[in-house]
C-alpha cells in the first residue's frame, strides 16, 4: 500500500478522536500559558494512543512534545491551542491542534508501516496570541535539528475563485513594546505649574503618531492604547503609558518602522518634560514560506479536491503577525492558510462560532491529509529535501538575520 493511502487511512480511522479533541478544545477557551485542559487532553490522547510524551516540554508547563520514528530526517508539525480573551477560539486555534495532530498520527502511520528512516514530532506551542510561546521554544532548542515545520491556519476567504486557501502566503513582522512616561505630581488646579504631565506625554504621542500614518507604507500597521493615563482629574498624571504594536513585511522594514515611531515618543517626551522609558514585550518576524514545501503542500491539497491558491509571482500577504514566522527563521517552514467562513474575520465572535462548525472541521481533516503527504516527501525523497534546504539558505531575509542583521537591532 502506497504512503498517501497509509496517511489518509490512518487519519480516518482516527476520525473521532480528532473531533473529540477538536471539540474539548473549542468547548473550554484557556489563555497563553494557562492552556492546562488542552495540554492535559493532547496529551492523554496521544498516550492512549502508544505515543511516547514529553508534557511540559522544555520548561514550559504548557508544552508538549511527541515524537515517532529513528533516524532520517526530522519534521515537525505545531499545535497552537490557546484562546483569546472574552471571544474564545475566535482565531481556530482548536482546528489547528486538530490539523497537527492529525498530520502527525497520519505521518507517523506511514513510517510505522513502511520502516523507513525519519522522525516526526508534534510539537505543543503555547501562548501565540501575543505571549511568544514559540519564541521560548526556539530559544530552548526546540527547532534546532528540524528539517521541516508546518502548521496551517484557517481564516475569512471567499472561495468562490476555486481555492480554499493559499499555501504561498506571508504575515507582517511586528515589534509590541510599551511606552513609560515620568512627569511631576501636582495638585492641578492649585499649583499646576509645579507639575510635569505624563498624560500630555502620552497624548502627545498618541497624535504624533496618528499623523505617521499618513506617510507610511501600505501594507505597514502602528497600533496602540493607552495603557495608563492618571486616576484623579485634580491631580497633575506623575505616570503614563502606552502598548504599540509596529508592523512591517520584513523585520527590516519594521525596524526602520520602529525607529520613526521611536521619535514620535521622544518627541513627546521633550515637548513635555517628562523622561521616557520603553519595555520590549516580544518580536514576531515576518513569515518567510517555503516554496518547496508550499509546492508540496498545494499539489496534495489538489489530489484531495481542495486546491489552495500557490503562486510564486504573487505572494498572499497577511496582515496579522504570527510567532511561526520567527520559526521560518530558524528553520524551514510552512504556515498554509484555509478558508473557514466568507463572513467573518479571525478575532470575532462570528469565527468563534464558523471554528466550531462541522465544515471547518472536514476541511481541517484534509489540510492534515496534505500535510501528512509533504510531510512524507520530505522525509523520503532527497531531492525534496535538498530543495527545501536550498529554499531555505537562499531566503537573503532570513540569511541577513542569520548573519546578525547588518544594523538590526539585537
Given at each position: 500500500m502506497e504512503a498517501t493511502t497509509i496517511i489518509r487511512d490512518a487519519i480516518d480511522k482516527h476520525g473521532d478522536d480528532l473531533k473529540q479533541i477538536n471539540e474539548k478544545i473549542h468547548a473550554n477557551p484557556e489563555l497563553g500559558y494557562n492552556e492546562i485542559q488542552a495540554h492535559s487532553n493532547i496529551t492523554n490522547l496521544l498516550t492512549t494512543l502508544g505515543y511516547t510524551v514529553t508534557p511540559s516540554a522544555y520548561n514550559l508547563p504548557t508544552a508538549f512534545s511527541a515524537e515517532y520514528g529513528t533516524g532520517g530526517r526530522l519534521v515537525t508539525y505545531n499545535a497552537e491551542y490557546d484562546a483569546l480573551p472574552d471571544i474564545g477560539h475566535a482565531c481556530g486555534h482548536n482546528l489547528i491542534a486538530t490539523s497537527s495532530i492529525g498530520a502527525f498520527l497520519g505521518l507517523a502511520s506511514a513510517l510505522r508501516s513502511s520502516q523507513v528512516p525519519g522522525r516526526v514530532r508534534l510539537l505543543g506551542t503555547p501562548a501565540e496570541e501575543g505571549g511568544g510561546g514559540k519564541l521560548k521554544l526556539i530559544d530552548a532548542g526546540a527547532y534546532d535539528d528540524v528539517d521541516a515545520c508546518m502548521m496551517v491556519h484557517p481564516y475569512q476567504r471567499d472561495t468562490s475563485d476555486g481555492y480554499v486557501g493559499s499555501a504561498y502566503s506571508t504575515t507582517l513582522a511586528n515589534h509590541k513594546f510599551k511606552i513609560r512616561y515620568t512627569g511631576k505630581p501636582s495638585h492641578a488646579a492649585m499649583?499646576?505649574?509645579?507639575?510635569?504631565?505624563?498624560?500630555?506625554?502620552?497624548?502627545?504621542?498618541?497624535?504624533?503618531?496618528?499623523?505617521?500614518?499618513?506617510?507610511?507604507?501600505?501594507?505597514?500597521?502602528?497600533?496602540?492604547?493607552?495603557?495608563?493615563?492618571?486616576?484623579?482629574?485634580?491631580?497633575?498624571?506623575?505616570?503614563?503609558?502606552?502598548?504599540?504594536y509596529i508592523r512591517s513585511a520584513t523585520l527590516k522594514e519594521a525596524d526602520e518602522l520602529k525607529a520613526r515611531a521611536i521619535k514620535c515618543f521622544e518627541g513627546a517626551a521633550m515637548a513635555t518634560g517628562c523622561t521616557v522609558e520603553y519595555e520590549e514585550i516580544n518580536t514576531y518576524a515576518d513569515t518567510r514560506p517555503n516554496k518547496t514545501i508550499c509546492s508540496q503542500y498545494a499539489a496534495a491539497m489538489a489530489d484531495l479536491d481542495s486546491p489552495v491558491e500557490c503562486d510564486f509571482k504573487h505572494i498572499e500577504n497577511a496582515p496579522g503577525s504570527t510567532d511561526m514566522g520567527n520559526v521560518t527563521y530558524t528553520c524551514p517552514g510552512f504556515h498554509g492558510w484555509y478558508s473557514i467562513t466568507s463572513t467573518h474575520s479571525n478575532h470575532t465572535p462570528g469565527f468563534t462560532?464558523?471554528?466550531?462548525?462541522?465544515?471547518?472541521?472536514?476541511?481541517?481533516?484534509?489540510?492534515?491529509?496534505?500535510?501528512?503527504?509533504?510531510?512524507?516527501?520530505?522525509?523520503?525523497?532527497?531531492?525534496v529535501a535538498k530543495q527545501v534546504r536550498k529554499d531555505w539558505e537562499e531566503d537573503e531575509n532570513i540569511q541577513v538575520v542569520r548573519r546578525g542583521g547588518e544594523g538590526r537591532e539585537k
Open positions: 499649583a499646576p505649574w509645579e507639575g510635569v504631565n505624563a498624560l500630555d506625554a502620552v497624548v502627545l504621542a498618541y497624535n504624533a503618531i496618528s499623523v505617521l500614518r499618513q506617510q507610511i507604507k501600505p501594507y505597514e500597521r502602528i497600533n496602540g492604547v493607552i495603557e495608563s493615563g492618571g486616576t484623579r482629574p485634580n491631580i497633575i498624571t506623575a505616570s503614563a503609558g502606552l502598548v504599540y462560532s464558523a471554528a466550531a462548525t462541522q465544515p471547518a472541521h472536514d476541511l481541517t481533516i484534509i489540510t492534515a491529509k496534505a500535510m501528512a503527504t509533504a510531510g512524507w516527501n520530505i522525509l523520503t525523497d532527497d531531492e
